[in-house]
């Protein structure tokens, strides 16, 4: 039989994990690695590396490697995140045929799902040459705050690396499961998830193989980057003030300063000053090797870090009013992600929640660990465990004027089924558009367009007349099925959403091909 | 019998008479139930009808009738949303769609009309009168939305939302007494 494992696909590192029923083992790689950095390296012709040996490639070839693809899947070209993240890369983001963000690289366009695809292809082979087994199957974990198109992009990566994605499962929830895998205690507990591209906060329930989501907010561009780029943009204003250079169109320079600011801040974790040095960082306006030297302390760090440990916190409190509890009743809190190494975040962490965070697993490990659990419960249908999540954003049809109809509220378990009526607006009018879209703001225009189809053949009648019922349901996997009934004739349509966004299989089939050609 | 195969059995007969069931016997409860008693009832029957835990040629029954006990469980947990499905159940309404028990509830986003009222005692009239109009009881509405306005007599969503419930109260006048939308 093949093996199924877990997968914390992340922003930065990606993790595999694997639970045989009585142990779990993060997969370590022939170094004896645990964390592979999520890069992929294009070199000449059609060769890619993925992993380590491509984020060595970043400060010297920045153009060619892709680091941070989570942060374009399943994006709108046009979304503003997309729009501001195109400054700061060093290759080019361009617009796909779905109005998707696409990667160019040496005048090769990519999807984000095909660079996921790579890092997936090196995580299932690793784990195979660890396991001494094929692996086909995979629970994936994304940020809860994903939303379906994000989600849907992500099991298309799956697809085209070659894996059956047995469940995509959120990196809160999974790290809880693991968490909960160890400590039986009933309680509630929440789950404080800050990694290199995302924030996510969810508070759940746990008792007896029992896991219940309240609640879960968060930010899908809020994370150690946003904290790298801060950092950078200071370094930015140090050249300009003591070299008279301005170097952010420079992106070689930059990306130098932007690994010498990530590496500065994982120093301030354990350290009270970083020192920063980058001899020849680039030439000035004379040809002259410019040689950048600099300190940072714990307080200039603060005051970059502080507007976005805010925002964080802000989330947090937003998630507890949710779950409907106060602080006090949450009993612990368990810190995910590389950024939670941060003194200044696990002090704000333990200021708002009136206690020591808990930090007896490895941030690092603990959600690809859950995602093994869960791997394993899917497959062998383990009746110990129940994990009930819930639906991270609003889903609602658009109404007249540019208006949301809420239909399913965020923060409802899952699977769920539940619908409203509607009204035809015009005279005699013969067609509804039922448009889906997802999101917190009663605005269309504010919220993710996810598809549309059309109720056809309603009786010419008078506007308000006709009756047409629209049903939202969400299975136990997350996916949504949308269907429009005429009450009058009983007759209906619906669709998956999924189906709206996703790559068409022959887009799937040609990738699959490619993907694999470059990485043998 | 194994447990497997007793599941399947289980999960087959239930499938057939889900739709007649109401929401305390989805939760295996009585009508009378202490309240506390709700959440253990269904983290049992999670653990027992969760599609997750099904076998797969059953998973799609499992899922139908799991969504069900979510459902129950959803509207019996808050005290309040108890009370008044315990009154529609006495009228023989089974299932109810919760939009209608859920309107009273702050949603978030920008030009939610919930957020239109500006004093504290227009306030109280104008969510009664929204969720009138989420129910569909359009009187009702128009006379909320009156109360209202007596309040803020400039309010400019009021006063759209008065249009809009007079024009409904009048097209749908024989609607259906019930508050809550019947399921098929
Ligand atoms: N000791 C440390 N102190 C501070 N930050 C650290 C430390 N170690 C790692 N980080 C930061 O943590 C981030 C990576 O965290 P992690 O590996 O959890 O993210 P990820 O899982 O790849 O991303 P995401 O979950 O957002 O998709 C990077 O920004 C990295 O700089
Ligand atoms: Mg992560």
């Not at chain 2, 499905?85 to 919930?114: F, M």
Request: charged residues 25%; aromatic residues 6%.
């Amino acid at each position: 039989m093949s093996l199924a494992v877990g997968i914390d696909l992340g922003t930065s590192n990606s993790v595999v994990s694997y639970f045989d029923g009585d142990k779990v083992q993060t997969i370590a790689d022939k170094e004896g690695r645990t964390i592979h950095p999520s890069v992929v390296a294009y070199g000449y012709g059609n060769t890619t590396v993925v992993g380590y040996r491509a984020k060595q490639q970043m400060s010297y070839a920045p153009e060619n490697t892709i680091s941070s693809a989570k942060r374009l899947i399943g994006q709108h070209f046009d979304s503003p995140e997309i729009q501001r993240i195109r400054k700061l890369t060093s290759w080019g983001i361009v617009k796909g045929i779905h109005n998707d963000a696409r990667i160019r690289v040496q005048g090769q366009i990519y999807t984000p799902q095909e660079v996921s695809a790579h890092v997936l292809i090196h995580l299932k082979k690793t784990a195979e040459e660890a396991l001494h087994k094929p692996v086909n199957q995979a629970v994936i974990t994304v940020p809860a705050y994903f939303n379906d198109q994000q989600r849907q992009a992500t099991r298309d990566a799956a697809e085209i690396a070659g894996l059956e994605c047995l469940r995509i499962l959120n990196e809160p929830t999974a790290a809880a499961l693991a968490y909960g895998h160890q400590n039986k205690t009933t309680q509630h507990i929440a789950v404080f998830d800050l990694g290199g591209g995302t924030f996510d906060i969810s508070i759940l329930r746990i008792k007896d193989g029992f896991y219940e989501v309240l609640s879960t907010a968060g930010d899908t561009f809020l994370g150690g980057d946003d904290f790298d780029w801060a950092i950078t943009e200071e370094l930015i204003r140090q050249v300009k003030q003591h070299h008279g250079l301005d170097i952010s169109k420079r992106y070689v320079a930059q990306a130098k300063l932007r690994k010498a600011a990530e590496e500065a801040k994982i120093t301030l974790s354990t350290e009270p000053t970083a020192q920063l040095a980058i001899p020849s960082l680039t030439r000035n306006k004379n040809g002259e090797m410019i040689h950048f030297q600099h300190t940072l302390n714990r307080r200039d760090f603060r005051a970059l870090a502080t507007p976005l440990i805010d925002r964080c916190i802000e989330v947090v409190s937003k998630a507890i009013q949710e779950a409907q509890l106060s602080t006090l009743q949450v009993e612990n809190c368990l810190l995910v992600g590389g950024m939670t190494r941060t003194p200044l975040i696990r002090e704000a962490v333990e200021k708002f929640f009136g206690r020591t965070p808990i930090s007896s697993l490895n941030p690092d490990e603990v959600v690809s660990v859950g995602a093994a659990i869960q791997a394993y419960n899917l497959q062998h249908q383990n009746n110990e465990t129940v994990l009930l999540d819930v639906t991270p954003q609003s889903l609602g049809v658009a109404t007249q004027g540019g208006f949301i109809s809420t239909i399913i509220t965020k923060n409802t378990s899952i699977p769920v089924e539940q619908s409203q009526i509607f009204t035809t607006t015009r005279d005699n009018q013969t067609e509804v558009r039922i448009k889906v879209y997802q999101g917190e703001s009663g605005k269309t225009k504010e919220n993710t367009f996810l598809g549309d189809f059309v109720l056809k053949d309603i009786r010419p009648a008078l506007r308000g007349e006709i009756e047409v019922r629209v049903t939202f349901q969400i299975d136990a996997d997350g996916i949504l099925q949308v269907s429009a009934k005429n009450e009058e004739t009983g007759s209906a349509v619906s669709m998956y959403i999924e189906e709206a966004n996703k790559l068409s299989q022959s887009e799937k089939n040609n990738l699959k091909e490619t993907v694999y050609e470059e990485s043998s | 019998m194994s447990q497997e195969l007793r599941k399947t059995v289980r999960i087959n007969t239930l499938y057939e008479i889900v739709d007649d069931l109401d929401y305390y016997q989805l939760l295996k409860q009585k009508t009378n139930c202490k309240q506390s008693s709700i959440a253990p009832a269904f983290q049992l029957q999670s653990k027992a009808l969760h599609p997750d835990n099904a076998p797969s040629a059953l998973k799609d029954k499992a899922n139908y009738i799991f969504t069900a006990i979510n459902e129950a469980f959803r509207i019996l947990k808050e005290p309040q949303n108890r009370l008044e499905y315990d009154g529609l159940l006495k009228n023989g309404v089974i299932r109810v769609e919760d939009t209608a028990l859920r309107s009273g509830s702050e949603r978030s986003s920008a030009n939610d009309p919930s957020k239109a009222a500006q004093t504290e005692q227009s306030k109280k009239y104008w969510l009664m009168g929204l969720s009138d109009m989420d129910a569909e009881r359009y009187d009702s509405a128009v006379m909320n939305i009156k109360f209202a306005l007596q309040f803020e007599r400039e309010n400019e969503v009021f006063q759209e939302w008065l249009e809009k419930a007079q024009k409904a109260a009048q097209e749908a006048p024989k609607k259906e007494k019930n508050p809550f939308k019947i399921r098929l």
